[in-house]
């Protein structure tokens, strides 16, 4: 669990295990699911998805997970616009990132983008100094290798939270590093 509000039913971001051959019984996600495939493979019956799949089940939609071969998922619940119900699926693995004008040393594969947030995968080179205005907050979580923030090291499978009206100043590693970024929806928490 990296952060929860609320109790049976909650406003959550979590990290998922799935041993090999586990799955849950058919269920309706009122308020909505995102997710992002980190190692094996998820499945249910609208598809396979193996890392790097990144899935949004929009309020109202259902299905019956399951992962013969086991998989580790980014997952995010009930943090959706009641109203929305756009469906996405997409392999980030099979797309390459485009650079950002204006900012040397960074791709991005653009996820999802509407009035209220945007989701997407960055690949800073290594050594690249990253600063990103977060008016409506952000989160970035981890994908490979990593980077150092206010004095602070990040490395795979690590998360941030800034609040809405934060700045993201960030240095790659080494090795560079690849992220997720969700950034505006943080400034509705409690809509």
Known sequence: MLDRIGEEVA????IVRYAPGSSFSAHTHDGGEEFLVLEGVF????????????????????HTPGAKPGCVILVKLHQF??????SFRINTSEVAPVA???????????????AREEVRIEVWD??????????GGMEVFVLDAGFDEGG???????WLRLPPGDVLNAVAGAAGSRVWIKSGHLRRVND
Request: charge should be negative; aromatic fraction near 8%.
């Open 81 to 86: 616009d009641p109203p929305d119900r756009v």
């Open 126 to 135: 290594p050594g690249t100094g990253i600063t990103v205005d977060a008016p």
């Open 152 to 158: 602070e090291g990040f490395s795979k499978h690590s």
């Open 11 to 14: 406003r959550a971001t979590s």
């Open 43 to 62: 499945q249910d019956e609208h598809g396979d998805y193996p890392i790097g799949s990144y899935v949004r089940n929009p309020p109202t939609s259902s």
């Open 100 to 114: 950002v004008a204006g900012r040397a040393g960074v791709g991005v594969i653009f996820l999802y983008g509407d």
